[in-house]
């Protein structure tokens, strides 16, 4: 429950431009490696997936030999979700495993 974090319970939608906004701000810090992370978003359906493609594709079309990771929740097991972002021109798709002792 890494990413689980207790939020907001109706969290407000995604902005919209956030994923332009992101790829701008990266592309200023000029670096090569990017990691982009973030909480469960499980109030939306695809549980951001959609979102954080959109980050990948726009930082690949504004600087193509950035490195970028996406370090992610598991969707709530939606293969839709993992396969958009699977798909979405990233380098690396990482996902914390977590283990406590039962």
Not at 1 to 6: I, K
Not at 50 to 55: M, V
């Amino acid at each position: 429950m890494f990413c689980a974090v207790n939020t907001a319970s109706t969290p407000p939608p995604p902005d919209p431009f956030e994923p332009f906004k992101t790829a701008e701000a990266v592309i200023e810090w000029g670096v090569d490696y990017i990691v982009l992370t973030s909480v469960d978003r499980d109030d939306i359906e695809d549980g951001g997936a959609g979102h954080f493609a959109t980050t990948v594709q726009v930082l690949k079309e504004k600087k193509p030999e950035m490195l970028v990771e996406c370090l992610v929740s598991d969707f709530q097991g939606n293969l839709t979700s993992v396969e958009a972002l699977a798909t979405s021109g990233l380098d690396v798709y990482a996902h914390n495993m977590e283990t406590v002792e039962r």
